[in-house]
Every structure is written in structure tokens, then in C-alpha cells.
């Protein structure tokens, strides 16, 4: 028997609304699209609370008419420079150890590691487990009815402004939907695209949205390093719309119509019209130009990216390369250019293992939305790849949850 689940991604550029049926061998079936421009955010985080609130509605009402169903619930991506993270260890003794480890020791495990001292204006999203050491027995992946007295893990935490994550959920709130859990749009977009086997090599997601770049690093199945950057899309039609003296929405028109990211792959006989600013009449424009400023922008967002796999010390842990997704990864040329700046096997990841509408989600820019709707399958069948949500973040969610108005 079939069961309906829904995913929200509410990006800078777009929010898009996911219906998929899950079959009973876990299969996902997208049966409803809604998809209209973003109101109201700004990288990734919400600016207007009533523009977010309706812009969400308005793509809730076009998912359900597509769909036919009724939505109630969602799970919902959460992006932002606002985000932050770290790796933290827990340990505890086995409750009943002639039964073995059970779930609720892995959950107080977990809670042990999410124990951290958080900031004032900081909540926890994830606790999501690297490795287990059980009685010094290490590299454990899942230690339930594992026998032993000690239990640790190496887990990394994911928190959010709770003032950016308050916000987000009175928006969705006020559409009419409730809240099955916010999903870090990185870990959404890496469960849509990723193959177990990049998973376990080690691998690095890149999400170049609109507003943010969000960067995930897995390794032997895990996660073990994710970061926001306040750069992605948006940059590059800021700097079309200043170098070609066009209105903000021309540029990201003509970004989308005529834009390659690397200047010398384009003719340089190729040529386009607009209407800048200050002509009566539209003027033809090189198309190489064009490729320049994106190319300057792109390369820019690239090495940040860089940049931040360096700092993380896991740069020589990635022989499966980066795999590229967002809108701004449907750039002609966007591989290449990364394929130069990284030096690592480079593919643009699209959304796996989905039937129904695909002809509608099958872009690099539907990767969180994919993810969020094949999120909870995982989570129950406990197999492959997962990730565990502890009670203890449960807890803490529903308790601000109650605070909202």
C-alpha cells in the first residue's frame, strides 16, 4: 500500500514542492509538482515573513493540485550561512548487556555527543553518526545487538540560528503544513544524487544555489564535514547585470538563455541582443563577454569551495571526486571550469531512483526537493546510508515548536 510524503525546498531563487508516493518496497513515485519563484528569501533564509508564508502556500496549493492530495505534513530543507557544525564524540555504558546494544542506547549515545554547549541563539538540527567504537572495537557502522559495556561514537552536529529556524517554521506553519523535521538541504540534495559507492570512497557535494553554496564531505558512508557559503547564483547575475547595465531580472534571463562558464569554449562570433540601460534600441553583445563574467564569478565560487576542503583536512579523502548540483550547475561549462580548479573527477548529480512526473524534477536544481521526499524511507528502513535523529533532538524541536505563536 502506497503512502504519500512531501518535501519543501524553499530556496533563494525558487521554492519547490515535492508529492511522492512511497510503495512498499520503499519505491518513490514523484506524483506532484509546485514550483513558483521564491518571495521573501534571501540566501536562504526568510526576510518577509508574509511574502515567504505565501509564496509557500501558493506552491503547497499547485502540489496538491497536481497531485490530488491533501498535505499535511512535510519535511522541510534548511540552508543558510546561519548553519554551523562540528564533530563531537559521546560515550556510554551499555544498559542491558546480556540483550545486547538496543535503539535506546544508541539514541543516549547520540545524545551524549549532541550534549555540547550551545550559544544562546543556536538549536541542534542533526546529530549524525560517523563511526562507533564498541569496547574498543572501532570502525563499528551500526552497533545494535552488538554485546558489549562501553559504547562511544564520533558523531557530527549540526546547529542553526534559532532565530532563522523559528522564522522558517512559522512561514510554513502559516501555509498550512506541519513539520515532520528540517533536513539540512546539503544531506537532502547528497541522498537524491549520491551512490552508495561515492558515499564510501569519499565524496564532496557542492549545492550551488542561488543565494548559498552548500558543501557536504562523505567518507566511508558518513558525513564528516558540511559548510554554507553566502555566495552562489545571484552573484553571477549581480555581475551581469552591472557589466551589461541590465535590470536584476534581463541578466538572470540572459544568464540563463546565453551564459557559459568558460569564456574561451564559447565562438567569438556569437552574438545576442539586449536593452541596457540608457539605449533606445536592443544592441548586439558578444557572447564570449558574457562567458567572461560569469567565468570570473564562477571561478570565485569555486575556490571558496576550495578553499573551505582544504580547511576541513579532508581534501586527500575524495578519489570519487566532487559532484555538482543547484540551479547554478546547469551553467554550460560549470564542469569544466571545476574539472580545472580542482584537479578531481567532476559530474553534475541529478536526482536517482524516482518514477512518475521525473520529466519535472530531473535537474540538478530538484536535488533537495528529491531528497527530502525519499528522506524518510531511510530513516525507518535503517538500511545503507542513513541518519539518526535522536530523541533528544526530537525533544528540543517540539519544545521550541510549542513556543511559536
Avoid at 521554492?15 to 508516493?21: E, H, R, S, T
Avoid at 546561519?82 to 555504558?93: D, E, K, L, P
Avoid at 576550495?306 to 561549462?333: F, H
Avoid at 536517482?352 to 519535472?360: E, N, Q, S
Amino acid at each position: 500500500m502506497e503512502r504519500s510524503v512531501v518535501g519543501i525546498d524553499i530556496g533563494t531563487q525558487q521554492i519547490l514542492v515535492l508529492v511522492g508516493a512511497i510503495g512498499e518496497q520503499g519505491e518513490v513515485r514523484i506524483v506532484g509538482v509546485g514550483r513558483i519563484p521564491s518571495r521573501g528569501i534571501k540566501k536562504g533564509v526568510v526576510v518577509n515573513v508574509a511574502q515567504a508564508t505565501e509564496a509557500i502556500s501558493e506552491a503547497v496549493d499547485l502540489a496538491e493540485q497536481s497531485s490530488g492530495y491533501q498535505i499535511e505534513r512535510a519535511y522541510v530543507g534548511v540552508t543558510g550561512v546561519h548553519i554551523t557544525s562540528r564533530n563531537s564524540t559521546g560515550v556510554v555504558g551499555v544498559s542491558r548487556r546480556d540483550h545486547g546494544i538496543g535503539p535506546d542506547d544508541v539514541d543516549r549515545v547520540l545524545e551524549a555527543a549532541g550534549a555540547i554547549i550551545l550559544p544562546q541563539n543556536q538549536e541542534l538540527i542533526h546529530i549524525l553518526p560517523r563511526t562507533y567504537t564498541v569496547d574498543g572495537q572501532e570502525g563499528v557502522r551500526d552497533p545494535l545487538a552488538m554485546h558489549g559495556f562501553r559504547l562511544e561514537v564520533e558523531a557530527h552536529v549540526v546547529m542553526g540560528s534559532s532565530t532563522a529556524l523559528q522564522n522558517l517554521r512559522k512561514c510554513v506553519l502559516g501555509a498550512g503544513v506541519q513539520i515532520s523535521e528540517l533536513v539540512l538541504s546539503s544531506l537532502a540534495s547528497g541522498h537524491s544524487i549520491l551512490t552508495d559507492n561515492e558515499r564510501e570512497m569519499g565524496v564532496v557535494l557542492v549545492d550551488i544555489g542561488d543565494g548559498t553554496t552548500d558543501i557536504a564531505i562523505f567518507i566511508e558512508g558518513a558525513v564528516w564535514h558540511t559548510k554554507s557559503l553566502p555566495m552562489g547564483g545571484e552573484y553571477i547575475t549581480s555581475d551581469i547585470a552591472i557589466g551589461l547595465r541590465l535590470p536584476s531580472q534581463a541578466a538572470e534571463q540572459v544568464k540563463i538563455s546565453h551564459g557559459y562558464a568558460v569564456a574561451n569554449q564559447v565562438a567569438e562570433d556569437e552574438r545576442f541582443t539586449i536593452s541596457p540601460y540608457g539605449e533606445g534600441s536592443p544592441v548586439p553583445i558578444a557572447r564570449w563577454k558574457l562567458a567572461e563574467i560569469i567565468q570570473a564569478r564562477s571561478e570565485e565560487i569555486l575556490e571558496n569551495v576550495q578553499q573551505e576542503i582544504k580547511r576541513s583536512s579532508y581534501d586527500g579523502l575524495l578519489p570519487a571526486g566532487l559532484v555538482l548540483c543547484g540551479g547554478t550547475a546547469q551553467m554550460p561549462g560549470m564542469r569544466d571550469l571545476a574539472r580545472s580548479i580542482f584537479e578531481l573527477p567532476v559530474q553534475i548529480g541529478i536526482p536517482r531512483g524516482i518514477t512518475g512526473l521525473i520529466d519535472r524534477v530531473s535537474g540538478p536544481d530538484a536535488a533537495v526537493a528529491v531528497g527530502l521526499v525519499k528522506w524518510t524511507p531511510t530513516l525507518e528502513e535503517g538500511g545503507g546510508w542513513r541518519t539518526v535523529r535522536t530523541s533528544f533532538v526530537g525533544r528540543a524541536t517540539g519544545w521550541l515548536r510549542n513556543l511559536l505563536p
